[in-house]
């Protein structure tokens, strides 16, 4: 392959620009890449398949090992790389491959899917073999090569698995019951709405073991998924501009690199901005010329997980309808490094894949699912949603998306605002979906909740709105598309700060994004000041935390005492106490809200002086919050010097500003964005370490410290705009 390469150093409003031509076969016509000061690509070209084709070529460039990573990882080629250790990994990733009507997989998501696919992995093997089998330094330290794709690749199930995650609490609610009894856990681990939670027959809870969630989290644990995610939206009548303002900041595992990739796509046809994932062609949340949107998850109950009747004579058939029937099995073999490949076999029932078989009770374990569905695969709808133009478009679209479940958030520039629950949901008639179920056919799924019945808003008249995984069912909602939901408090600071009596710009949304105040913290504080603690080390205890804001700042003490002083009352207050740290906080606090003689607190206060003082001493003034609560960025290799940390960083699971993980932060909000639709280059936005995975880049970590600091920087979308900051400037020819 033939390159054309020419450096320029040219003086733009006072950045140094780098130009660079690349000839690359594939392409039609050439196309531009800008790249501006934050390390965004902003891609311009004549037709789609030239502009899909730069899309892969430069997510390959900038994000090669991550993108090679993640496609192992979804399409079960881990051992081919690192080895046996990965063997049984990829075994239970193949399950989860797309085995259906090619047709109707690639059409469900947008008519022209395939052929964007088929271009954006042209792109990426394009990059990959323009190295000439030199390895990017990350293959030089992992000492393996990169793998050329195929479309196929991109519609890998792994990853929308992570998401959804409705069958890991079946597993853990079915050991709970069996082991603390019924009653226990609907006391202790309430859904919503209320429903009897009542153990199917036929089902023996006990035998649900610990080996079905090890060989679920095998392959899950491998994948980056949701800690949770905000986003709001107000009217013309709520902004300075009179137009509406969006802000949406998902969160996800705080890797390096991020793992959201920002990108800008321009062509006859297509006009976006926003972020989505590497592996990925377009954006999944950002905007176009004429509406923006952001997401969080919804938490729709997609999964189920079905206990089959093995036969005790012939292992290979279970019990369906009243016969024996044979499961179907795939025998494949499979690649591993430094050793012969291995033969494998995969195994499914009409309800899907077998991801545990318990031969001594006669058993096996089949995982229906959503992502089973064509059109599956998380996110690739949004190639339909970014082309709408309006609200009925957007509405429409969503009908195409099926996983994960998303309360997506909406503006467009004629001044409406909405919400609207996208993903299928499942019809059970005769039973919740909270516990496993026998396989033998009477607990089978009745098609899916018509999309145009599942949750939305348009232009209400409070006009806003919000969400943050919170319960978002109507009033007399009838139908039942899940039970469990996200804690209400972020969604709950969302709504004190958005009434309050103002006009909000972009730089109020940015700093709501960063909001740390903890609506549990207040409620905790509430129950204390009704509390006598005598005098001693117990007063002045108490007295630090009535006397804080609430906020979890990095440097707060009294958010650690708070903190530590919350996570022992579980155990105090609810029996079983095996059970009581998985209560809810909710639960806890509405317990607390209850109680007449708050003696529990005197016990708990001592534990949590005592601890706190035996683990950072007894000054108090290391009693920081950033203790307990610091932030590393790993990489995948774990090699020091292209980490990055720790950090200290306030938040906590239940602020707007998420600090998800436990002993330390390992989630939040990896990308965040302030849509003013009044003018697009007034957006802003943040994407956390930087655009680059390449460690010697030097948009690898730049734009970590703003991350850190609250800052944004421009979204600009306009051409103009994109000029005015471009540094480096990259031509694709033919």
């Known amino acids: 392959m033939a390159f054309e390469r020419s450096l320029i150093l040219l003086g733009l409003l006072g950045l140094a620009m780098n130009a660079e031509t690349v000839r690359l076969p594939g392409l039609k016509q050439p196309v531009e890449i800008l790249r501006d000061r934050w390390g965004v690509p902003h891609v311009y070209a004549q037709n789609a398949d030239d502009l899909f084709f ?6 390959a460039r900038d994000r090669l090992f991550q993108l090679d990573l993640w496609r192992r990882i979804g399409t079960g080629k881990l051992a081919e790389a690192v080895g046996a250790s990965a063997v049984e990994r990829d075994r239970l990733a193949r399950l ?35 190295l000439n089998g030199n390895r990017p330094i990350e293959f030089r330290q992992a000492a393996y090569d990169p793998g050329l794709w195929t479309p196929e690749d991109c519609v890998a199930r792994i990853a929308g698995l992570s998401i959804t995650r409705n069958v890991a609490k079946e597993i853990a609610r079915a050991q709970d019951v069996a082991r603390f009894g019924l009653a226990s856990v609907v006391r202790l681990e309430p859904v919503f709405p209320d429903v009897p939670l009542a153990p199917p027959p036929g089902v023996e809870l ?66 976006v901005i926003g972020a989505g994932e590497p592996a990925l062609p377009g954006i999944s949340l950002g905007h176009n010329d004429d509406i923006a949107f952001g997401f969080t998850i919804t938490g729709v109950d997609q999964e189920d997980l079905y206990v089959e009747k093995l036969n005790p004579k012939k292992a290979d058939e279970y019990w369906y309808h009243g016969a024996w029937k044979r499961i179907e099995i795939i025998h494949e073999k499979l690649p591993v490094k430094a050793s012969a490949p291995r033969d494998i076999d995969l195994r499914f029932t009409i309800h899907g894949p077998v991801i545990y078989e318990d031969r001594a009770h006669a058993r096996a374990y089949a995982l229906r699912w959503v992502g089973n569905e ?38 467009d520039r004629a001044g409406n605002i909405g919400f609207a629950v996208a993903g299928f949901a499942p019809v059970r008639k005769n039973w919740t979906g909270l516990l496993p179920v026998p396989g033998t056919g009477e607990f089978e ?6 999309p145009v019945e599942m949750p939305a808003e348009l232009n209400p008249p409070r006009h806003w709105l919000a969400t943050a995984n919170n319960n978002i069912l109507p009033a007399g909602y009838r139908h039942a598309i899940g039970y469990e939901w996200g804690p209400p408090f972020r969604v709950q600071r969302i709504a004190e700060l958005l009434q309050e009596p103002k006009k909000f710009g972009v730089s109020d949304f940015e700093r709501m994004q960063y909001d740390v105040v903890s609506i549990p913290a207040r409620r905790f504080q509430n129950v204390v000041r009704k509390w006598k603690p005598g005098p001693g080390p117990r007063a002045a205890a108490v007295q630090l935390v009535l006397n804080w804001n609430a906020s979890t700042d990095a440097t707060s003490v009294p958010a650690l005492i708070c903190e530590v002083w919350m996570s022992k009352l579980p155990v105090a207050l609810f029996t079983p106490s095996e059970l009581a740290p998985k209560v809810q906080m909710e639960v806890l606090l509405s317990k607390l809200e209850s109680l007449t003689n708050l003696s529990v607190l005197g016990d708990t206060l001592d534990e949590t002086l005592a ?11 290391r009693w920081q919050w ?28 239940f602020t707007i500003d998420a600090a998800g993980g436990a002993r330390a932060q390992s989630a939040g909000a990896s990308y965040r964005e302030v849509i003013d639709l009044s003018d697009w280059d007034k957006s802003t936005m943040t994407n956390v370490p930087g655009e680059v995975g390449d460690p010697t880049s030097p948009h690898y970590s730049d734009l970590l410290d703003d991350w850190l600091k ?3 920087h421009p979204m600009p979308f306009s051409r103009k705009a994109v000029e005015a900051v471009t540094t480096e400037r990259i031509t694709l020819t033919p």
């Open 611 to 621: 601890e706190l003082t035996r683990y950072l001493g007894p000054d108090k003034s």
């Open 96 to 130: 989860f491959l797309f085995r259906g009507d090619w047709n109707a997989e690639w059409q469900s998501y947008s008519p022209d899917t395939r052929s964007i696919l088929v271009a954006f992995t042209n792109g990426i093997n394009a990059y990959i073999r323009s």
């Open 54 to 59: 730069a899309n892969g070529y430069i997510n």
């Open 626 to 653: 950033l203790r307990a609560n610091n932030l590393t960025f790993l990489h995948p290799l774990n090699k020091p010097e292209w980490n990055r940390g720790p950090f200290a960083r306030g938040g906590d699971s």
């Open 206 to 271: 006990s035998d649900v073991s610990n080996d079905i969630a090890r060989a679920l989290s095998l392959i899950t644990s491998a994948s980056p998924f949701g800690h949770g995610s905000n986003n709001w939206v107000v009217d013309g009548t709520r902004s300075v501009s009179g137009k509406p303002l969006l802000a949406s900041d998902p969160h996800r595992d705080l890797l390096v690199p991020s793992f959201r990739r920002t990108i800008h796509l321009s062509a006859p046809g297509w006009n």
């Open 710 to 712: 609250g800052r944004y």
């Open 374 to 411: 064509p059109g599956g695969a998380g996110y690739l709808s949004m190639l339909a949603s970014s082309r709408a133009k309006n609200w009925t478009e957007f509405r429409a679209s969503l009908a195409r998306f099926k996983v994960p479940s998303e309360n997506m958030a909406y503006a």
């Open 445 to 450: 799924w009745n098609g899916f909740v018509p």
